[in-house]
T-cell receptor, first 118, second 114 residues
Framework: EAGVVQSPRYKIIEKKQPVAFWCNPI?????LYWYRQNLGQGPELLIR????????DSQLPKDRFSAERLKGVDSTLKIQPAELGDSAVYLC????????????????FGPGTRLTVL | GENVEQHPSTLSVQEGDSAVIKCTYS??????FPWYKQELGKRPQLIID?????GEKKDQRIAVTLNKTAKHFSLHITETQPEDSAVYFC?????????????FGTGTRLLVSP
């Protein structure tokens, strides 16, 4: 079974430019998360989807960040325009009862996209 | 909302020694506590988790203990090996934040020297 897939793995842009990240969760996983991980910190939730519905986006900076999961499968996170402080690793994770993990609660993470804003 | 604190931020041990990482949480209604291991440049991976209805759980060389009264939980790694070197994150969920929302600690960098 393939894990969570993210692309690109690395992205370097200049400030004020737009950027987009893509995530394909594990097949059958209804719940999808986007996290931001700053250097030396733990992941911080940006948004959670249940199928195509964003059920928790309270920590998403909506003035410049947007996300979508139109068909309830893969998802895109966008930043427009990017700022210097957006440099971080953006992690996608998914969760589902059919995961075969240690329990119903396990979140499986993708490899992340490392964003550098110059 | 939930707040998770993790200590120490760095931990250096000799191979074969034990390592203990401690976390405290603020929301008494939290009921799920996973631990993730993240090697340099790689994704976080779940290594062990515990629900609030048990006080301890073991899986080979790793164990997690939970004290609900004190609102703290700990990761114990015995007979450490160099490949245990990584950053470890604790997390908590449940209660007012909802069962599916994880709040992570700031991480502990474990270095196991041969």
């Amino acid at each position: 079974e393939a894990g969570v897939v993210q692309s690109p793995r690395y992205k370097i842009i200049e400030k004020k430019q737009p950027v987009a990240f893509w995530c394909n969760p594990i097949s059958g996983h209804n719940t999808l998360y986007w996290y931001r991980q700053n250097l030396g910190q733990g992941p911080e939730l940006l948004i959670r989807y249940e199928n195509e519905e964003a059920v928790d986006d309270s920590q998403l900076p909506k003035d410049r960040f947007s996300a979508e999961r139109l068909k309830g499968v893969d998802s895109t996170l966008k930043i427009q325009p990017a700022e210097l402080g957006d440099s971080a690793v953006y992690l996608c994770a998914s969760r589902g009862p059919s995961a075969g993990g240690r329990g119903l609660n396990e979140q499986f993470f993708g490899p992340g996209t490392r964003l550098t804003v110059l | 909302g939930e707040n998770v604190e993790q200590h120490p931020s760095t931990l250096s041990v000799q191979e074969g020694d034990s390592a203990v990482i401690k976390c405290t949480y603020s929301d008494s209604a939290s009921n799920y506590f996973p631990w993730y291991k993240q090697e340099l440049g790689k994704r976080p991976q779940l290594i062990i988790d515990i629900r609030s209805n048990v006080g301890e759980k073991k899986d080979q060389r790793i164990a997690v203990t939970l004290n609900k009264t004190a609102k703290h939980f700990s990761l114990h790694i015995t007979e450490t090996q160099p490949e245990d070197s990584a950053v470890y994150f604790c997390a908590a969920s449940g209660g007012n934040t909802g069962f599916q929302k994880l709040v992570f600690g700031t991480g502990t960098r474990l270095l196991v020297s041969p």
